[in-house]
């Protein structure tokens, strides 16, 4: 092991303790509350929401960016772009909506909306997403204490996966709240070192600095270098994922009000832009300084280790470490939440607040072995395993979170019919492309393909078991009639600019944008009696609503 793997070691053992220990007294000292476990009593202030947010999201986009950058150039920084762009919608458009319904997860909604047995497939399909995005963001720090302690990459995943265990399973949300807030003092820590790192190899200016040395590769200063599909991709996931993102909500959620949720979540905003820049120049200068590694995540270690002090990349390696665990803490407890929480309440309506809490601790051991499981199948690329949690997640909710919120036509078993289209859809055209994580089956995203199917399966389902009728003249009508002719321009356009589209890989996109003008135009369209089965099963009406945890 060398000198700056011993700093590693012994400073990543020093801060998790801190992080279980201060998690458990900060737990002890707070009073239990109304929901205490899944949404901390709603007591954060906007800055302990903004620190959750930023480790949240920043942590997993600095993780992200570095690799892509270290590929891309200075392109990967519209990923950064797109997921700031997410933040900001999710502040503006649900944080007071969601509040006023007492919403703590995507599957709830669908629950409250669509009953049982919505809501356990969809409690399923979305903890068991969870694992992977929390798998892809440990592969990071895996990635460096592989380099400096030659651990296995699994293992190293797999030790994570015990530590958030114990850190998530005592107190909940709560822990999740003072580990994020350490979390963001550690990658503030970490992005002084890459400060550094930067200044002290190659430097900014000189005959071998940075500037000279991405002179003499040009296509690491061009923005589009990642490519227009990639990019365009980024954005649509991240705004469509925008009614999705059931881990900001739980935390948004557990502010003390809307507004504290709001300032959390715009201040998470603007923490974010240093570290997203810090990112981008880390990886374009790795690639410069030692190109042509086929692991990114494993050469930036191995550069950050040969610039600076062993104690000074130990330092920068836990700030890996919180990165990893700003990320995959927070999707391994809303995973549970899902499991245990609404899988829980769905095959048990009369469960109480103490056992679907210990549901919820128990989803949190097998979501830990769900974890190692898939660092043991799959360990070296963190993009296959984002996309394909984006592709079976996303694939499977839109439609019925869409509807939940703004079609009161929509049935249980449309819901159902499309949670399933969804995401057979989608895995079947990533299986069709080979599983890869950028070349798909006929140049389309299977995240797009997915979602279309979704949608589709809710519309036809719907209008084909609803008694409906066209809205009278009005003012409905006029924008029904509006979203149906812009769905039929994208149609022609997609037609017109087809060998563009396939070039640059974006006719999943124009699929999927016109199905959604679709989407729109009917629910804009459509109002009559809903269907025998709309709402929720009979039997969900006899119990309370599991929107907001009794107390």
């Not at 458990?24 to 929401?49: A, D, H, L, N, Y």
Request: aromatic share 10%; charged share 10%.
């Amino acid at each position: 092991m060398t000198a700056a793997g011993l700093w590693t070691v012994a400073l990543a053992l020093v801060y998790t303790a801190l992080l279980v220990v201060g998690g458990r007294i900060m737990v002890r000292r707070q009073e239990t509350g109304k929901g205490g476990f899944f949404v901390g009593g709603r007591s954060f202030g906007p800055w302990t929401v903004a620190f959750c947010i930023t480790g949240l999201f920043s942590g997993s986009s600095y993780i992200a960016i570095v690799e892509l950058s270290y590929r891309t150039g200075i392109s990967a920084v519209w990923y950064g772009v797109a997921e700031t762009v997410q933040i900001l919608l999710i502040a503006l458009l649900l944080v007071k909506p969601l509040r006023e319904k007492l919403v703590v997860t995507v599957t709830g909604i669908i629950g409250d909306r669509f009953g049982r047995a919505a809501k356990a497939i969809g409690s399923v399909i979305t903890g068991l997403t969870f694992p992977m995005y929390s798998v892809a963001t440990t592969i990071a720090f895996a990635s460096a204490l592989h380099v400096v302690t030659d651990l296995s990459l699994p293992l190293s995943v797999a030790a994570t996966a015990v530590v958030l265990l114990v850190f998530l399973s005592g107190g909940g949300m709560r822990s999740v709240g003072f580990s994020q807030t350490m979390n963001v003092i550690m990658i503030g820590l970490m992005f002084l070192v890459g400060v550094w790192v930067l200044l002290a190899n190659p430097g900014f200016g000189g005959a071998d600095g940075l500037v000279a040395r991405a002179a003499e590769a040009p296509e690491m200063l061009d923005l589009s270098n990642a490519g227009v599909s990639l990019i365009v991709a980024w954005f649509g996931t991240f705004i469509i994922n925008v009614p999705l993102a059931q881990a900001a909500f739980q935390m948004s959620m557990s502010a003390r009000t809307p507004e504290d949720g709001q300032r959390g979540l715009y201040r998470a905003a603007v923490l974010g832009i240093p570290l997203i820049l810090l990112g981008v120049v880390i990886g374009v200068a790795a690639a410069l300084v030692q190109p042509g590694e086929a692991l990114p995540l494993v050469a930036i270690p191995e550069y950050i280790a040969s610039v600076v002090p062993p104690w000074a990349a130990g330092i920068f390696f836990v700030g890996l470490w919180a990165c990893a665990l700003g990320w995959a803490g927070p999707c391994q407890f809303s995973g549970a939440t899902s499991l245990g929480r609404d899988l829980g309440s769905a095959l048990n309506p009369a469960a109480s607040e103490r056992q679907l809490v210990r549901y919820t601790r128990v989803a949190l051991v097998g979501l830990t072995v769900v974890m190692v499981v898939f660092a043991l199948l799959r360990t070296e690329e963190s993009a296959w395993w984002n996309v394909m949690a984006w592709t079976l997640r996303n694939g499977a909710t839109l439609a019925p979170v869409l509807a939940a919120f703004f079609w009161p036509l929509a049935t249980r078993s449309a819901a159902l019919t499309a949670m399933l289209a969804g995401f057979g859809v989608g895995m079947s055209w990533y299986a069709a492309s080979g599983f890869h994580a950028t070349d798909f089956f006929l140049g389309m995203h299977p995240v797009w393909v997915g979602m279309t199917a979704n949608l589709l399966g809710m519309v036809l389902v719907s209008l084909a078991q609803s008694r409906w009728r066209l809205v009278a003249p009005g003012r409905e009508r006029q924008r029904g009639v509006t979203a149906i002719i812009a769905a039929g321009l994208i149609v022609v356009a997609a037609a017109a600019l087809w060998p563009w589209l396939v070039q640059f890989g974006l006719v999943g996109l124009a699929m999927l944008a016109a199905m959604i003008t679709v989407f729109v135009a009917v629910v804009l369209l459509t109002e009559g009696t809903p269907a025998p089965d709309a709402g929720p099963d009979p039997v969900d009406e006899a119990v309370p609503s599991r929107s907001e945890p009794a107390s």
